[in-house]
């Protein structure tokens, strides 16, 4: 069983490395042009990949890991729903996929929540990182629900939508990177990128906004 572990840990890790140059070019790329485009949609591949993978490691003896495999669906989540919601620029559709996506994501996002406020109740160390995660999956939701709301009035709301939930993945593959090169779960670890990746969205929004 442990070598199965470590061999999808090989694996994982090759996609997760693969997300993050990839994810790093279309950041720094100037956005819609060809580069930044295939970039993101190698890290999109990439990304699902290696967090689809995430999902039965963390659940395998001696690797559980319940806060690292629901950041792995959260991660999932980003990188679907942030590339479909390209969809709005052209269809200006919301679909059945759409829907599910964001409800069953929304019960998982609450479950995080429950489980934090549990685990408070223990005194189980980390608990604060259910609640930011969750909480910050239900901000997802609730700009999903302004988007569908929107997208026929506002034409730049898909685009920040989109910016926010690639960001978020990216994050969330440069936590997985930290924890894993630095062999460490402190908080500061965890949490770091997460707030980096939020003042980098809030400057892109607000870009948007004014042009």
Known sequence: ???????????????????????????VGKKGRFYHRKAGIIFSIAMFISASIAIP?????????????????????????????????????????????????????????????????????????????????IMAIVRDIKLYKAFKTNPTAYLSNHIGKMSGAYGA????????ALNSSTLWVWLTPSIITLVFVIFWRQKISKT
Not at 100 to 113: D, E, N, P, R
Not at 173 to 180: D, I, N, R
């Open 1 to 27: 069983m442990e070598q199965i572990a470590l061999t999808l840990i090989y694996i994982h890790a090759f996609f997760g490395g693969i997300g993050l140059l990839s994810g790093l070019v279309s950041i």
């Open 57 to 137: 490691i963390t659940l395998l003896p001696n690797h559980e890991n319940l806060l690292l495999h629901l950041l792995s669906i959260f991660t999932i989540y980003l990188v679907i729903s942030g590339n479909r919601v390209l969809r709005f620029k052209k269809h200006h559709t919301l679909g059945v996929l759409d829907i599910a996506i964001t409800s069953s994501m929304g019960l998982v996002f609450l479950g995080m929540i429950f489980i934090g406020i549990y685990n408070r109740t223990q005194e189980i160390p980390k608990s604060t990182l259910f609640f930011f995660f969750g909480g910050f999956g």
């Open 173 to 180: 593959a440069v936590t997985a990177f930290l924890l894993a």
